[in-house]
């Protein structure tokens, strides 16, 4: 298992399934979009399928009975130990944990959230008052 605490940490180039279609997934679609080296193929996940931001979603098994030998696989999910487990059974020995930097990504959005929200009531704040002064006076 290859760690990938930064996007400068995953492959080079080519295609990626995310293992994870859940927050932790979106999140890691959401910066490889961003890299036109990469092109991301689909979710693997064992709770779900179907599509998620338009991406197909296939379970475990369809993955295994279908896959190409040189598409790498980013996992994304919380479930990093269990799902390594689940590819070392499978025989592939290569993989990456984006785990840790989808989670550092994932705080710095809550963050930014949080600071808009902040000065979202400061300004409300600042016009209340504003309105309170004109109406007292």
């Known amino acids: 298992m ?10 080079e180039s080519g295609e990626i ?11 890691l679609l959401e910066l490889l979009r961003k890299l036109p080296r990469i092109k991301v193929i689909g979710f693997i996940d064992n709770q779900k399928t179907g599509t998620v931001l338009g991406f197909p979603v296939i379970d475990f098994d369809t993955f295994i009975s279908t896959r190409k030998e040189n598409v790498e696989i980013v996992i994304a999910s919380m479930y990093v ?26 705080k710095e959005k809550e963050k930014m959230k949080r ?9 409300l704040s600042i016009l209340l008052l504003s309105a309170l002064t004109l109406y007292v006076f």
Not at 17 to 27: E, V
Not at 89 to 95: A, V, Y
Not at 115 to 123: K, L
């Open 115 to 123: 600071t808009a929200f902040m000065v979202f009531g400061i300004f």
């Open 2 to 11: 290859i760690a990938a605490k930064t996007l400068s940490d995953l492959p």
């Open 17 to 27: 399934y995310i293992f994870g279609a859940s927050r932790g997934g979106q999140m």
């Open 81 to 106: 130990y269990e799902i390594a487990a689940q590819l070392r059974r499978s025989g592939i020995k290569k993989f990456y944990n984006a785990h840790p930097l989808v989670v550092e990504k994932i």
